[in-house]
């Protein structure tokens, strides 16, 4: 679900890079990509075995 | 470089999007591989990737329009490269069918790097900054290349609504949320 929402805020930003205002564009695409890396975070919270 | 050969670079850039994007998909409907969370927010983020391009497109080449590719790339690089550490241990199976020998994860991996550097070199030829093109309307080749984008990032959206359905993503998907009981 949270991701077929970031897929519809990008569609949104695209849409009004294509047909709208550039700031409109910019802010959506500001929006989304907080939450894409938001969500990244939400889904990379366990530990990784790994030691350099 | 021109502005417009600038602009029918951003459009081969969506075109190379694309075919990722439907990599995706043949992966996910002929082989019946229903990707992860982390796997879908790789798929984001090439999505994202696509903005700028469009941007340049209809507004004209501007370094605000590559520094938002650059972010999305950098984003997505972040997201791949944490699913190669995640399955980076000898003996692990890794997540999915390899495609020559690498991991949808893998592969986003290195695109993501190779937009970084693509971009860094694109911005170089200052040219393209100097002509004002806007007005102009853009070749069929490139408004082909944004509008096969639009219906692939919807494509995109419908397909993770029927995987995920309306909770989130379980880490390991074996079955489409909203589909359960018709398949």
Redesign the interface.
């Known amino acids: 679900?949270?991701?077929?929402i970031?897929?519809?805020l990008?569609?949104a930003?695209?849409?009004a890079?294509?047909f709208g205002p550039?700031l409109l564009?910019?802010t959506l695409?500001a929006v989304?990509?907080a939450l894409?890396?938001a969500?990244?975070f939400h889904?990379?919270t366990g530990a990784?075995?790994?030691s350099f | 470089m021109t502005a417009r050969t600038a602009i029918l670079l951003n459009a081969l850039a969506l075109y190379a999007l694309a075919v990722v994007l439907l990599m995706g998909f043949v992966l996910q409907v002929l082989w019946r591989e229903l990707p992860c969370?982390?796997c879908?927010?790789q798929?984001?983020?090439f999505?994202?990737l696509?903005?700028g391009p469009?941007?340049n497109i209809?507004?004209g080449p501007r370094p605000?329009h590559y520094a938002?590719s650059l972010?999305?790339a950098l984003?997505g690089f972040?997201?791949s490269l944490?699913q190669v550490?995640?399955h980076?241990?000898p003996g692990d199976p890794g997540y999915g069918t390899a495609v020559l020998d690498l991991h949808y994860y893998s592969w986003a991996a290195i695109i993501f790097a190779v937009a970084i550097a693509l971009i860094a070199l694109v911005l170089l030829f200052e040219r393209q900054f100097e002509t004002m093109i806007a007005a102009q309307r853009p070749p069929a080749f490139a408004v082909a290349a944004?509008w096969l984008?639009?219906v692939i990032?919807?494509a995109?959206?419908a397909a993770?609504?029927l995987e995920?359905?309306?909770?989130?993503?379980p880490?390991n998907p074996v079955r489409y949320e909203m589909l359960q009981g018709r398949q």
């Not at chain 1, 679900?1 to 077929?4: C, G, K, P």
């Not at chain 2, 995920?164 to 993503?169: A, S």
């Open positions: 679900m949270d991701q077929a970031l897929f519809v990008f569609l930003a695209m849409l890079a294509w550039r564009a910019g695409f989304a990509l894409t890396v969500d990244y889904h990379a990784l075995k790994l | 969370p982390l879908l927010l798929r984001v983020a999505v994202a696509a903005v469009i941007l209809r507004f605000s938002m972010l999305a984003a972040g997201i944490r550490m995640l980076i241990l944004v984008m639009i990032t919807a995109n959206a993770t609504l995920c359905g309306f909770d989130v993503c880490d």
